[in-house]
């Protein structure tokens, strides 16, 4: 049986990561303690796709430190059809049939590399070459290989949003639509399916293929899918709910549509265990022209990604219970204090931060206030200054960062009977006897508004100051608990890691599309049942 971590990492990593290992063929190394992973490229005349390969140690006992290193690719086997550039990063001499390029690796890192592939406008659909490539670092040299093959071009494209409902431990349906918005019929489609295991794909379908948890799933159409025309699913997608689902959730459900060609050249290495459904076949219906969106006609690979999102009904809520903390100390000491909350359930409190789509400032379900006469001199990463803003970016916001008199901060993914705190260092600046600042949660429909504000106390003047001013903060071990505001790993406990869903898969997009070293974690607590 797979350990809580290794299921964790099959099943959330691995959605993201396994798109770079299913396009990456590596190579065998000729004496070269290392290895290069690289893949296969499908390029339309007139355009432009990326390639990526990078090194992967062999020996990993020796520590490899690649230091100066090399990359030369010969590109004759492909210059009547194409032209290869490098994109970045490093400095290279390009010629019409060699390249050939340089950079320092800094210690303990691996060389990355990418490039860009344009077919020529005159360039006929079937043309294909090899691009050989060698990559030379501490003396030793490994070889690899790269596919370059013309294609035809098309586009297909998808509804950019769709949204469905259902109650805790029942099922949702999720509609979902593909164009063809160019002008050649496109010989089938496959539909990549990534959930969270809380709203997982719930499906029997023989021609769909799933993991275990339902939260990557393949499903394959032999349509011909004409130009100008919409499909859609003859019945909507199921997504099943977990009983846990708190009501008032959302859970995103990423829809991505890839022609049968660029499925197979990207994925025929997948190597995560899927299985296929029992059941009928799902299949593709056209839709009436009326009901039919006006296609878009550029060949962007964003443009056939649907971000679905399950919002979850009935009544099943969350208390969340606050504990606060104190500290003592003279001018121009630093204290710690982690004020924290409970999850007395019932339901799952789920992932609500900045990689949360849609989220804004004021969403962030926790909010802390300092104390009078402190200094927030360390800020935790899941922590941001709140201040008045119209518009507002979590991917660039200061998380962490120190001095703000306010902050809201974003929760992993908690359960029931689970603890999450938040470590504040704060400068006394000027003693104030029972300086009293706060930590207070805000969540749509916590049954028990008493519990929602604890108290942060700084040099209190009586011995209950500081138990932080609630006494139904449920457990006594606000400072982490079953594991703290990062998790464990074992025992069946949560663990912190990537994340799948829709950030998986807006990075999946660019991975098979060649950019390489693309990988956006939202940090967030799973659990798996063993």
Not at 25 to 54: C, K, M, Q
Not at 95 to 121: G, N, R, W
Not at 440 to 456: C, E, M, R, V, Y
């Amino acid at each position: 049986m797979l350990s809580h971590s290794t299921r964790r990492w099959l099943a959330g990593v691995g959605v993201a990561g396994a798109f770079v290992a299913a396009s990456a063929s590596p190579a065998v190394a000729a004496e070269a303690p290392f290895e290069i992973a690289t893949h296969d490229l499908l390029v339309a005349p007139g355009h432009t796709d990326y390639g990526y390969l990078y090194a992967q140690q062999t020996d990993t006992e020796s520590g490899m430190n690649f230091g100066r290193t090399s990359v030369d690719i010969d590109l004759s086997a492909v210059a009547a059809f194409a032209t290869v550039e490098p994109a970045w990063g490093w400095t290279c001499d390009v010629s019409a049939t060699k390249l050939h390029c340089e950079t320092d690796i800094e210690e303990e890192q691996s060389p990355s590399f990418d490039y860009m592939v344009t077919a020529k406008d005159d360039a006929k659909p079937g043309q294909k070459g090899s691009l050989a490539i060698s990559m030379t670092a501490g003396g030793k040299t490994a070889k690899a290989t790269a596919d370059i093959t013309i294609a035809e071009g098309v586009d297909l494209v998808s509804d950019p949003t769709v949204e469905s409902s259902g109650v805790p431990g029942g099922t949702a349906g999720l509609p979902a639509v593909v164009r063809n918005a160019g002008e050649t019929a496109v010989d089938g489609a496959v539909l990549v399916i990534q959930a969270e295991y809380l709203a997982a794909y719930g499906g029997d379908f023989s021609n769909c293929t799933t993991d275990e948890w339902g939260m990557a799933s393949f499903c394959t159409f032999d349509t011909k899918i004409e130009p100008g025309k919409s499909y859609k699913l003859a019945g909507n997608l199921p997504i099943k709910l977990a009983p846990e689902v708190r009501t008032g959730a959302r859970f995103p459900v990423l829809l991505d549509w890839w022609t049968t060609d660029d499925w197979n050249m990207a994925f025929k290495d997948w190597f995560v265990d899927v299985k296929p459904g029992k059941g009928g076949k799902l299949r593709l219906v056209e839709q009436s022209m009326q009901a039919a969106r006006v296609p878009q006609t550029d060949l962007d690979r964003s443009n056939d990604t649907t971000v679905g999102t399950v919002r979850v009904t009935g009544s099943n809520h969350a208390d969340l219970a606050t504990k606060g903390a104190t500290a003592s100390g003279k001018k121009g000491d630093v204290v710690t204090v982690e004020p924290s909350f409970t999850n007395l359930g019932p339901a799952v409190l789920e992932y609500l931060g900045q990689a949360t789509p849609g989220i804004q400032l004021e969403d962030l379900p926790v909010r802390v206030s300092v104390p009078a006469g402190t200094t927030v001199v360390e800020a935790p990463g899941d922590c941001v200054p709140f201040v008045p803003v119209k518009e507002w970016n979590p991917w660039n916001a200061a998380w962490g960062e120190p001095g703000a008199k306010e902050y809201a901060c974003q929760v992993l993914e908690i359960w029931k009977d689970d603890d999450t705190s938040y470590s504040f260092g704060l400068r006394i600046d000027t003693v104030v006897p029972d300086a009293a600042g706060s930590l207070t949660t805000t969540l749509t429909g916590d049954p028990n508004k008493s519990n929602d504000t604890a108290k942060i106390v700084i040099n209190p003047t009586s011995t209950d100051g500081g138990n932080g001013g609630n006494d139904n903060g449920g457990n006594d071990n606000g400072n982490g608990g079953n594991g703290g505001g990062q998790g464990g790993d074992g025992g069946g406990l949560p663990v912190t890691g990537q994340s799948t869903g829709l950030i998986a898969g807006l990075g999946a997009l660019l991975l098979a599309a060649g950019v390489g070293g693309y990988l956006v974690a939202k940090r967030r607590r799973t659990r798996f049942v063993a």
